[in-house]
């Protein structure tokens, strides 16, 4: 059971670079997100998703595409990297139907947008 | 809208001293608070959630509806315990179901001997 796996996990771009970062989980969770990590500013999310087929915005999804094809995968899409997005971007899943379950955090991918 | 406020960017205290977090909050609605934490070189990982009124680790936190506030406390600092931990509350998502946090921005706990 490897839990929530991420890949890569550094990555150097150039700006206007497109790239996916990949998120995958083996515990069978219909919810899954992605939040990007910031010195003085937390993690906040950019996009999430409550199972196949279904995704909704976060807070900062701007520049962000994502996809939900399979419960197991959750694949975050860069269309035209810029250096504001310069993270640390980590991947979350957990059950659904109760907002107190535990979010089960992957390992991280840092990014750098030259 | 849901809001979560840490103050301190980072708190230093003494091994053996107590420890105090603190998190305040803004949610309309009943909300559902925890702590996580990140070790250094580990992943973001559960610690405690309001709802389990329990003690991990020896820290523990009370959800203060009066005050707004779910700050996290330990009466003897470790070494270990030297971390950074977010608060976090969740809430819906417009598309229903599932585990929306909001994460306030973290506070850096750095214990000294």
């Known amino acids: 059971n490897a839990g929530v796996t991420q890949t890569p996990k550094f990555q150097v771009l150039k700006t206007g670079q497109s790239m996916t970062l990949q998120c995958a989980q083996d515990?069978?969770?219909?919810?899954m997100s992605w939040y990007r990590q910031d010195p003085g500013m937390g993690l906040r999310l950019i996009h999430y998703?409550?199972?196949?087929?279904?995704?909704d915005q976060g807070e900062v999804p701007n520049g962000y595409n994502v996809s939900r094809s399979t419960t197991e995968d959750f694949p975050l899409r860069l269309l035209s990297a810029a250096p504001s997005q310069t993270s640390v971007y980590f991947c979350?899943?957990?059950?659904?139907?109760?907002?107190?379950?535990?979010?089960?955090f992957g390992p991280g991918t840092r990014l750098t947008v030259t | 809208a849901q809001r979560v406020t840490q103050p301190e960017k980072l708190l230093s205290v003494f091994k053996g001293a107590p420890v105090e977090l603190k998190c305040n909050y803004s949610?309309?609605?009943?909300?559902?608070l925890f702590w996580y934490v990140q070790y250094s070189r580990q992943r973001l990982q559960l610690l405690l959630r309001?709802?389990s009124r329990e003690s991990i680790k020896g820290f523990t936190a009370d959800l203060n509806k009066g005050e707004t506030s779910f700050h996290l406390k330990k009466p003897f600092a470790q070494e270990e315990d030297s971390a950074m931990y977010y608060c976090?509350?969740?809430?819906?998502?417009?598309?229903?179901?599932?585990?929306?946090?909001?994460f306030g921005t973290g506070t850096q706990l750095k214990v000294e001997l």
């Open positions: 515990m069978n969770h219909e919810y």
């Open positions: 309001h709802i």
């Open positions: 976090a509350l969740s809430g819906w998502g417009l598309t229903g179901g599932g585990n929306k946090l909001t």
């Open positions: 979350a899943s957990s059950t659904t139907g109760a907002r107190s379950y535990e979010q089960y």
């Open positions: 949610y309309s609605g009943s909300p559902e």
């Open positions: 998703s409550v199972g196949a087929g279904i995704t």
